[in-house]
């Protein structure tokens, strides 16, 4: 056995390889013979196998199924019978049998196998005896072929020469045809005399050129007859015609003209085929015993076989016809009748899925075109229609299919790819096959919140648990790798954890308050929140809220000035006081903000006619003079209210007393509330003065206790107030 495997070449990077390997083998191996180790081979010729997983072979194409096959899990290349190489190629002069094998989805091994021929057949004739007539007046010089012989080995193992044996009268040429083969022609040696010797017995063997030769013989057996018939004779010994395949039956190929001179049925000549031309020749040709006119009466396809070689023979009607032969060999040529045909070797169920990630030059098919045509007729140009991110690159009779562009399965998840293959025949026939690719996603997108700043704004007194707003971030990967979770990003506000103030719902976005918002303690605050999503490892983006609490008219204006006891002030103005007399100022105090803290002042009630009030800055002011008669004291409710929708207000009871102690003149224009106080405080102690005096006297006398109106630790206003009010009282009684 005689293997020798040869050579090979990475052709394509990246996820897939095409190598060449060459082997030969001796036909006639036993069934099972081990030829090559397709795994090694390809392994040592750079592919990358998984030793740890059996490489898994699969025959994509074998030319010889029944003669050799591929072990899927050793990768063996065995015989499956033994190898009859001169079945297999008949005479052509070099036997391939090519496969190829895939191993995983992208490698392929093109193995060629090329079968080695043996002299293992002899030259057989086919019959066990050839008779010939020959006239008696044969001339010496005549030459009579002679049927040839046959062995199916090819070149120098084919017939090679002739002899005969034993060797007197006549003499033996061996000549080639056209073709090739080998036949021998008869040579008239000496004059023939039917009445001396009627009948010769010889053998003639048939040599090839092996060492030693093989041969066959045959008994030749020469009658000599007495007739002066002319034979036919064919012009040439061989011919050679060519027919396009798919020729209509009836079409013309040869008229074949074997001349016989003689009159009437001796020269009437007959044309037949050979008795070993092939059953199936029979079919395609016909041959007209007449006229000679070889035709075509089957369907004669190029791809069933290339040339048929049809030996005629010619024979007349006369008595003791010797009949002439000549070869006619057809060949067939090829007619451009069978399309491309596509097949996809790596993929699925039409259906190819490739990550967004996928770089340019990465391959996602496999793709093999064939044609069974041959020539220009079998040459196939191959591209992918459209315009996508691939593209179709050809090596012999494979092509791959690469990522050419940026994948994006966000812009686009799916193409669908037409490969065409057109062959150089004319007219060109074209295939087209379509496929799916699929774009499988990667986590290559951050979630995306719809606006990077949200505001919100709240009423403060807000309910703990308020819905405020919702945020929402888009994601546009799959599945996982596009579901967006929310969360707060850790922060202060007001030296407390915003946990203590929002919480966020993950899923939805929706963001509460977690207590009630003071907006006197925190008009507007703001944090962050995180959006990522569910990808390994996840991807995330930020976004920042902004709270605004909003004031609400929760804060009753207080009244500072006058000061008040139990809601009441009390007021002196000389009793001279004239029209415009400044009586006292209201101040009150609102937390609010805005309209809800803006205050107004008016009177609500009391003695309207003798005083007015200024709305805005809660001056009181006589509106006339107070006439001797006039009353010493008056009452007026003060309000103070603020502009919230709902205002709120607060109010108070001013009293007004008329003092006769007091002059106008020191004190108009302007409240002064310590000269108030200073003449107050000195009417005390005036009274006071006198009325330790009188006590004194009187407990001096009566020994009692002195009862004295003690001002310490009370304030000073309410002091007074008390006091006045016993003045008052006892001024009542003795008005
Ligand atoms: C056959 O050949 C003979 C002699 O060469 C010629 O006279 C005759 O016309 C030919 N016949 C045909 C049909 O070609
Ligand atoms: C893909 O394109 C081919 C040719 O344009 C068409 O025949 C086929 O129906 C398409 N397939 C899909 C899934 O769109
Ligand atoms: C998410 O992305 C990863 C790679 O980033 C990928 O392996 C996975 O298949 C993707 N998930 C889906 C559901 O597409």
Not at 153 to 178: A, I
Not at 288 to 298: H, K
Not at 531 to 556: E, F, H, Y
Request: glycine share 6%; aromatic share 8%.
């Amino acid at each position: 056995m005689d293997i020798l495997p040869i050579l090979l070449a990475l052709l394509w990077t990246g996820a897939g390889a095409l190598i060449n390997l060459k082997y030969s083998v001796e036909e006639e191996q036993r069934a099972g013979t081990v030829i090559a180790n397709i795994g090694k081979d390809a392994r040592e010729a750079g592919f990358v196998l998984d030793p740890r997983q059996p490489a898994a072979f699969r025959v994509v194409s074998n030319s010889a199924p029944h003669l050799v096959d591929i072990n899927p899990g050793s990768g063996l290349l065995v015989t499956k019978q033994k190898i009859d190489r001169d079945l297999l190629c008949r005479q052509s002069p070099k036997c391939v049998i090519s496969l190829e094998v895939m191993s995983g989805s992208m490698e392929i091994c093109v193995i060629k196998l090329e079968i080695k021929d043996l002299n293992d057949n002899a030259p057989s004739f086919p019959t066990d005896q050839i008779e010939l007539e020959i006239s008696e007046t044969a001339s010496p010089g005549t030459r009579v072929p002679l049927e040839s012989a046959y062995d199916p080995d090819s070149g120098s193992f084919g017939v090679q020469s002739y002899e005969l044996t034993p060797n007197d009268l006549f003499g033996l040429e061996t000549k080639t045809r056209g073709d090739g083969s080998r036949f021998a022609e008869l040579v008239v040696e000496r004059s023939l005399d039917r009445e001396t010797q009627s009948h010769y017995s010889y053998l003639l063997t048939a040599l090839d050129g092996g060492d030693p030769p093989n041969f066959g013989t045959v008994e030749l057996s020469i009658r000599v007859i007495d007739s002066n018939d002319n034979n036919p004779l064919f012009e040439e010994p061989a011919y050679a015609v060519s027919v396009p395949e798919n020729a209509p039956p009836g079409t013309p190929l040869l008229r074949l003209n074997a001349s016989d001179p003689d009159e009437g049925t001796n020269g009437q000549v007959l044309y037949s085929f050979h008795s070993y031309v092939s059953e199936r020749a029979r079919q395609l040709f016909h041959l007209d015993p007449q006229s000679g006119l070889l035709s075509v009466s089957g369907a004669v396809d190029y791809e069933e076989g290339h040339s048929y070689e049809l030996d005629v023979q010619a024979k007349d009607l006369g008595p003791n016809s010797i009949p002439a032969h000549c070869k006619v060999t057809v060949s067939v040529q090829d007619a451009n009748d069978n399309p491309p045909l596509i097949n996809l070797l790596s993929v699925n169920s039409e259906l190819v899925e490739v990550s967004e990630s996928a770089p340019p030059g990465y391959v996602i098919a496999l793709v093999r075109v064939s044609d069974r045509d041959s020539g220009a007729n079998g040459r196939v140009q191959c591209k992918l229609l459209g315009s996508v991110p691939f593209r179709l690159q050809e090596y012999e009779s494979f092509s791959t299919i690469l990522v050419d562009g940026r994948l994006d399965r966000e812009q686009r998840d799916q193409y669908n790819l037409t490969i065409q293959a057109r062959d150089n025949g004319v007219p060109s026939l074209q295939a087209t096959k379509s496929f799916t690719v699929k774009i499988t996603d990667e986590n290559d997108n951050h979630p995306h919140f719809s606006k990077p700043y949200y505001q919100v704004i709240v009423q403060e007194n807000n309910t703990p648990g308020a819905y405020l707003l919702s945020v929402s971030a888009r994601d546009p990967d799959l599945g996982l790798n596009g579901s967006v979770s929310y969360q707060i990003v850790p922060s202060q506000v007001r030296d407390m954890p915003v946990f203590t103030y929002v919480s966020i719902n993950p899923n939805s976005g929706d963001i509460y308050a977690l207590r009630s918002f003071n907006h006197e303690q925190t008009k507007a605050f703001e944090f962050k929140v995180l959006a990522k999503d569910g990808g390994n490892p996840s991807l995330q983006s930020n976004a920042t809220i902004r709270v605004i609490v909003l004031d609400v008219n929760d804060n009753t204006p207080v009244i500072t000035a006058p000061p008040l006891v139990n809601g009441t002030a009390e007021v002196y103005i000389p009793r001279n006081a004239g029209v415009g007399y400044l009586v006292t100022v209201i101040k009150a105090d609102d937390y609010d903000e805005g309209e809800n803290g803006r205050l107004s002042y008016e009177m609500a009630d009391g003695d309207r006619g003798f005083f007015e009030i200024d709305q805005f800055n809660g001056e009181i002011r006589t509106t006339r003079a107070f006439g001797e008669t006039a009353k010493t004291t008056y009452e007026l409710i003060v309000v103070a209210h603020d502009h919230g929708k709902t205002s709120l207000s607060a109010s108070a009871l001013i009293l007004i007393y008329l003092s006769p102690a007091l002059d106008a003149q020191e004190s108009i224009g302007s409240v002064n509330l310590s000269l108030i106080f200073i003449i107050a405080l000195g009417s005390i102690a005036a009274i006071l003065f006198v009325t330790m005096i009188f006590v004194a006297v009187k407990c001096k006398r009566d020994n009692k206790e002195i009862r004295t109106y003690n001002c310490r630790g009370k304030r000073h206003t309410s002091c007074i107030s008390s006091f006045f009010q016993q003045v008052r009282s006892k001024g009542e009684k003795e008005a």
